[in-house]
């Protein structure tokens, strides 16, 4: 030993942390399932091939089954010598089962094995982001059955522009949620492709049968090219761009939801066991849940931006780069995983302010258009009418009223086609009803959306 700590020993040292540098051990260990059922079914496919006797097979095949249990109940220890979950697996089976072991990776390589096994795990989970997704639109259909009628102010700007139903407007959600669903399933079809026995890039001299592979791991097809098959992430950039767009979608609900508690607008309560406490101001109640999902799209997006930014400009075919795919993936997975699950849950823990809603819809001349609308019905053209109901506007804010509160006679001021009958037709209620348009806010547009949606999940 010397003097200074990196004086003398630094050659040894450098070795470790190149030796911690290159390791993804830390990482990749949750593919350890992955690894070991698609080695399970390369060795299958081995011996019907007679690559390896059916004896060999066995017990590898056994072999590997006490390695998945030494994993499972903690008791393999992980180096960073062994670099990877691959290099683990092989040898800890070697551990268990002697020099047979070494048979396991004939017309194999990491590159091929590591592209399946990402694609093992990306299968899953895609398949569990979207029963979650399936999950968490049931939960806003149910929402919405259950506050079907309540009116609220609808807005652009943030600011308020025409009453719309609550139900509506969550129904907008459960549109987003249903396009990243349907964005998951597409994404899946090209994750569903086996590449393995294009081995490090340019296929193997042995009689391998990737058909039975695949028939084997329940994949849809085979790869069609040995060096696209080892250097693809096209399915890992897809599924964190649909998930980004998805956290997107939860970061614009989540700051719906942030507003709507605030005392400010107070449209919507959210349960205790959902929101919690500030450890100096004892009156707080806070949306949190709401803001770390919001936050949490940081991350999401984040990840994006990682992954696109390593595959950019790689050449064919492997290279290391790709070894950091895994972190921004598994990241991506368990984050959108959790913020699905918690809104699932949150949603029907969130009440309705109805009356407070109907008030808002009531005030800041959300009827002005419909006064337009009244007078277009009554002959005049649309753009004299907007101009018409502008003016009748500013002398309503002049007063403190709103439209409906002026008198008929002062109504009358702005156009002679004003009659008695304007009153019924700026209510909240026939302001709904007449946005019949297909997709509308009216109660009969609403209520059938509502009803088409209910049906996809066997609700009422
Ligand atoms: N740990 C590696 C990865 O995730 C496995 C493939 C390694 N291949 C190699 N030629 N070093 O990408």
């Not at 590591?114 to 979650?132: E, G, P």
């Not at 569903?192 to 340019?202: E, F, H, K, N, Y």
């Not at 500030?278 to 849940?289: A, E, F, L, R, T």
Request: some cysteine; proline content about 2%.
């Amino acid at each position: 030993m010397t003097q200074k700590p990196w004086d003398g020993r630094f050659s040894l040292n450098t070795d470790k942390m190149v030796e911690k540098f290159t390791s993804s051990i830390d990482v990749d260990k949750a593919l350890y399932a992955c690894d070991i059922d698609g080695s399970i079914a390369h060795l299958k496919m081995m011996a019907t091939q007679s690559m390896i006797t059916q004896d060999e097979a066995d017990t590898l095949l056994n072999g590997l089954e006490k390695v998945r249990k030494k994993i499972e109940s903690g008791e393999l220890e992980y180096s960073d010598t062994l670099e990877d979950i691959h290099m683990h697996i092989e040898s800890a089976l070697g551990d268990v089962v002697g020099t047979v072991a070494r048979k396991l990776h004939t017309g194999r390589s990491r590159n091929d094995q590591v592209a399946l096994d990402v694609r093992i795990y990306l299968k899953a989970h895609t398949q569990a982001v979207m029963n979650s997704l399936l999950e968490l639109q049931k939960v806003i259909v149910e929402t919405a059955q259950k506050y079907i009628d309540v009116v609220m102010p609808g807005y652009t700007h943030l600011q308020r522009a025409q009453p719309v139903l609550f139900s509506h407007h969550l129904m907008a959600y459960y549109e987003m949620f249903k396009r990243d669903y349907e964005r998951f399933e597409d994404s899946l079809k090209r994750t569903d492709v086996m590449p393995l026995g294009s081995a490090a890039l340019a296929g193997t001299t042995f009689p391998l049968n990737r058909e039975l592979t695949r028939e084997l791991l329940g994949f849809s097809k085979v790869s069609d090219n040995s060096m696209d098959s080892v250097s693809d992430r096209d399915f890992v950039m897809e599924f964190i761009s649909h998930a980004s767009i998805c956290m997107i979608h939860f970061s614009r609900f989540s700051e719906e939801l942030v507003l709507w508690s605030s005392s400010e607008f107070a449209f919507i309560t959210i349960s205790d066991a959902f929101t919690t406490g500030s450890s100096i101001m004892p009156q707080k109640k806070n949306p949190d849940v709401a803001e770390l999902v919001r936050g949490k799209t940081g991350r999401v997006v984040g990840n994006l931006m990682a992954i696109i930014t390593i595959m950019k400009s790689l050449p064919l075919a492997y290279n290391r780069d790709m070894q950091e795919d895994k972190e921004p993936l598994f990241d991506t997975v368990n984050t959108l995983k959790a913020c699905i699950d918690i809104y699932t849950r949150m949603i029907p823990n969130i009440e309705i302010q109805r009356q407070t809603m109907l008030n808002a819809a009531q005030k800041g001349y959300l009827n002005a258009t419909d006064l337009a609308d009244y007078l277009v019905v009554k002959g005049m053209p649309f753009r004299e009418a907007h101009s018409v109901s502008g003016r009748a506007v500013a002398f309503a804010l002049s007063d403190v009223r709103e439209l409906h509160e002026l008198t008929l006679e002062e109504l009358k001021t702005f156009s002679d086609l004003i009659e008695e009958d304007i009153f019924e037709f700026l209510s909240i209620d026939k302001m709904i009803s007449r946005r019949v348009t297909h997709g509308s806010t009216s109660y009969e547009n609403v209520g059938r959306a509502v009803k088409k949606a209910a049906k996809r999940f066997d609700l009422r």
